[in-house]
């Protein structure tokens, strides 16, 4: 395919004199763009400018989806000089050679890949490097090839913010995705253990340029973290049904009753029974508090506000307020929106969707078990109260959920098909495919 003399030169230039040439991946990854016109652009890109790592992997990885091997065989060169152990580079090298009908090249890079792919497993804490798996990567092209990137997780000058609403794995997530990141790049705003209000002050502290690197960030309150970082960002989370969630909450308050009390409900702590806190949130409107904290991150940050603070306004709204605003909230700020019930599946989906590779391996950090995962013996009186004080939580949740079987349903269905080992406990995971099946 020929390419525009100098049209992409003025393109990258002209962004990159307004400090934005982090736009350029965020267009050439949208769904809109040609996959032989994407690897043209990276790879004009990367001759460019040759010592930007980050343009040449793109370049890499963009030319062997588009088919063009030999091209591609001249970028993976350079990145195998600086990673020749990496899983990544030595996989896409064995789809190349295997092409170039050199079948013992390939082989042996094949064979590095698995090792490196299987050392990264065996890692504490560890991850799973799916691009040595042919079959999975076959199926990430396609994936991304259809949904786009609007945040690359390789790319520097932004931040992914984890919203950990309660209840929903958050902290599996968060100490998962932790481990795609070096130390320096991470922030995690204080829980219970670590008072919010000294995390954040601590990070007020920080010079502007301290906090321009951090990467990765986790929120466990309503605040709008992206004030804070970098002016690209995107959030995600995974959330769920709300009904359990707020069961899941009161059985967390039982369980947590000695510690510092300024964390729990007193009534809880004081041996309230899960009807009474039912019709206490009802009679107080202390329900929907998801939806309360999505619309949040539009506002601006109270920075002398406790650690939950809302703003009157956001307690007034009706319900259908509430839904509309927090769709927009999501719609605005969100790159993903999982569900805690496809837990796998939704991790899986957010690191494709994120151009991430690396799948982590995680072990399941639920403080309270199954205590009040499960609805099942809850009398209906107490449900029918739970679902009056969180109808809008639940709408928004209805929707949500119809959304991300719209969106991912082809990427869930080929999940839940393919991908029976990724839920496997431990090591144990990929032994199905280390022994080559992928």
Known sequence: ??????????????????????QIVEILYSPEMDTDLRADRFSEWADLEPENEFVGRCAARTLVAAGRHKEAHIYLQQWLLRDGAGAEPNALMSEVYLHLKEDNLAAACARKAHAAAKGDLNSSPGFVDIS????????????????????????????????????TGGTTIRDSFRNLFDPNQIFIFGDYRDPFLKSRQELLDSPQEIRREIRFTSIHHALPAHYFFSDKFAYFTLLRDPIETAVSWYHWHVKNIELDPQWLDPDIKNGISIKEYAEKTLRTNNGNLLSRWLINLDAEPDLDNRHRGLPRAVWEMSDDELVAQAMQSLDKHFAFVGLTKCFDASLFILCLLLHSDRIPVYEWKGRSGNTGAATDNIEPEVSAMLLEANSADNDLYQKIQAQFNNRYGDALAWFNGEMAPFQMPGAAQFETLNAGEF
């Open 1 to 22: 395919m020929a390419r525009p003399e100098n049209g992409f030169q003025l393109l990258v230039n002209r962004l990159k004199a307004f400090g934005n040439a982090d």
């Open 132 to 167: 040595a798996y042919p079959k999975i990567r076959d199926f990430a092209r396609l994936f991304r090839d259809k949904h786009g990137c609007r945040f690359h997780i390789e790319e520097g000058g932004q931040t992914l913010i984890h919203f950990h609403h309660w209840r």
